[in-house]
């Protein structure tokens, strides 16, 4: 049987149970191993927002991107953080200026985006989980909070319902959802205080920081949604069986982690 014949709900189970270990396994090892399943997941996403984001040269600009992404992961592998997201900057540049002699104006600001909507979030991730002792909690913690916003949001939009939330830019999502998602969030921040944390957080601190999670996991999938509508797509890809592409299973992260790498800079003084 293949996967294609599953329901929906069945297919995103299935592809959950195989790439959530993978991804922990990753996050466990980390230094290159988890770099590299960065690389791979981000070599994804450079295809599928040029391929969805600009009308021609899509694999020049895919390659270039590509490039681009590998080079400042190298850089922060190597522990050069400041000069891997200066490459960021520098490569976000050279596709605004390409994209003045090849491509339409409607495509260019896209092609500007491109290396800041991938990189930074992708970045953020390896300077979480490179953070000394606390790196793999911090970052493991940030994905289950993400995980239950996500599953939490699913089963209490689809089984309350009510009213949507922004119908044009993504018809399923409701404030039910939006409300499980928080609670969700909150449980898992809370738990993740108290069962991984190495250090007391209070309780208040860990709801609340579970709650702008859940914001800000689901604004970055808002964010995704319309950023599909205006493209005229119902998913980044069809890489991830049930949950679309790279792009669409990694939205949660795009603001959460550069929020919380920011948050944590900010105490760290």
Not at 115 to 135: A, D, F
Request: glycine share 12%; proline share 4%.
């Amino acid at each position: 049987m293949a996967i294609s014949d599953f329901s929906s709900l069945q297919q995103r189970v299935i592809s959950a149970c195989v790439l959530a270990p993978i991804a922990v396994a990753a996050l466990i090892y980390g230094g290159w191993g988890f770099i590299l399943f960065l690389a791979l997941a981000g070599i994804a996403m450079c295809y599928e927002w040029c391929d969805a984001s600009l009308s021609m040269r899509k694999p020049f600009f895919t390659a270039i991107l590509v490039i681009v992404l590998l080079a400042a992961l190298v850089l922060a592998g190597e522990g050069e953080m400041q000069e891997a997201f200066y490459i960021l900057m520098a490569g976000a540049a050279l596709f605004l200026l390409l994209g003045f002699f090849m491509l339409p104006g409607k495509d260019r600001i896209w092609a500007l985006l491109g290396p800041l909507v991938i990189g930074v979030p992708t970045l953020s991730l390896v300077l979480l989980r490179m953070m000394p002792e606390r790196g793999f909690i911090l970052t493991f913690g940030l994905f289950l909070v993400i995980w239950a916003t996500d599953i939490a949001a699913y089963f209490s939009g689809k089984g309350i319902g009510g009213p949507k939330i922004a119908p044009s830019i993504s018809p399923n999502k409701t404030w039910a959802g939006l409300v499980g998602g928080m609670i969700g969030a909150m449980i898992a921040a809370f738990l993740v205080s108290r069962t991984l944390s190495g250090e007391p957080v209070a309780a208040f601190a860990a709801l609340g920081s579970g709650a702008i999670c859940a914001i800000l996991a689901q604004t970055g999938d808002f964010a995704e949604s319309a950023w599909k509508r205006k493209f005229g797509i119902k998913d980044a890809s069809n890489l991830i069986p049930g949950h679309g592409g790279v792009l669409d299973r990694l939205d949660g992260v795009f603001l959460t982690a550069p929020a919380f790498l920011f948050f944590l800079l900010y105490m760290n003084g």
